[in-house]
């Protein structure tokens, strides 16, 4: 039976808002800094749960 | 990708993302958030990820802690976020197509389209961001519809008496179809109705969202499309008509385990 729906627009950062900066490494061992790796391209910022499972 | 970056996080270590982008010919970046301390820190965390998967159905299981509400950000070129989308279900997922044209106003166009119907004034084709889906995938169907010169349509707020542009999907069991979505029209104004009328014309594109829901082995489909509208020139107005489209679509199989965030090649 499915819980009843969250209100995501309240979840982790807001339309309307700079996303934050984030700086992690990718598959190649390489430091991303998202922003500058978008270089002024609008962009898709996808979460999901695991690559291995 | 029509300029458009990339990214997809997870709690994943970089030998494990480095495998995965490997098999999947995968080019942007896989960011690895190993301990989860960046989707914490945006506030991205599921705290109620074991309750959520009893609900489910689904085993306990001690990796599934520290995990995202998945889900996807849309940022403009200034990056700031325009859209933000989130999946209850932790089986649905919307193809990478569908967010870039809903979100982006960006459209695939297609090789060649699904469908064609054509008449004098106005001529459609229909075609999905996917010729397969699996169970549960969301795929969207575009609409492109073609006017003659002179000639307009109406948008979702016609005037009185007037027939609004409209798209129906022949019902198919388990198919969850989304509302329709149409960019903003033009105002054309025309003596006897004071607030203007909202119109299309040259060539617009409406979008409909559609979720196959059903069980696995939901089959192969052929989607019956009616696109209703009237047709009207500076003159006077055709009848209200409708045109249909055929649009198949072939159900794939599923792989073996859950598939995460975008695997199209872009």
Redesign the interface.
């Known amino acids: ?3 009843p ?2 209100d ?2 309240a ?10 900066d ?1 700086r ?6 390489t430091l ?1 800094d ?2 500058a ?17 | 990708m029509n300029g458009i970056a990339l990214f997809a996080v997870s709690y994943d270590s970089i030998e494990i993302l480095s495998a995965f982008a490997a098999t999947h010919d995968i080019t942007y970046p896989l960011l690895s958030d190993e301990g989860s301390h960046v989707m914490r820190a945006l506030g991205l965390i599921n705290e109620r990820v074991q309750e959520d998967h009893a609900a489910y159905g689904i085993q306990p299981n001690p990796r599934h802690v520290n995990l995202p509400y998945p889900g996807v950000f849309v940022l403009d070129r200034d990056g700031v976020i325009t859209d933000k989308r989130f999946f209850e279900s932790y089986r649905e997922r919307e193809t990478g197509g569908a967010l870039l044209a809903q979100a982006l106003g960006i459209f695939t166009d297609p090789a060649a389209p699904a469908a064609a119907a054509a008449e004098p004034v106005l001529t459609a084709r229909a075609w999905l961001d996917s010729p397969t889906y699996v169970f549960f995938q969301r795929l969207l169907l575009t609409l492109e519809v073609s006017l003659a010169p002179g000639f307009h349509v109406y948008g979702e707020a016609a005037g009185d008496g007037l027939t609004p542009i409209a798209i129906e999907i022949d019902p198919v069991p388990g198919l969850e179809v989304g509302p329709a979505r149409w960019p903003a029209p033009r105002r054309f104004d025309r003596p006897g109705f004071n607030d203007g009328l909202w119109v299309y014309g040259g060539v617009v594109r409406g979008t409909v969202s559609l979720t196959f829901a059903a069980a696995p082995g939901g089959g192969d489909h052929v989607l019956g499309v009616t696109l209703r509208y009237q047709a009207c020139d500076d003159a006077s107005c055709l009848a209200p008509a409708s045109l249909r489209l055929r649009v198949p679509v072939r159900e794939a199989p599923l792989v073996g385990r859950a598939l995460p965030g975008p695997t199209a090649k872009t």
Do not use: C, N
């Open positions: 039976m499915p819980l729906p969250r995501f627009r979840i982790g950062p807001k339309e309307g808002q700079r996303f934050p984030v992690l490494s990718d598959q190649t061992g991303v998202l922003h790796h978008r270089a002024g391209r609008p962009a898709l910022v996808v979460f999901y749960r695991s690559a291995e499972w």
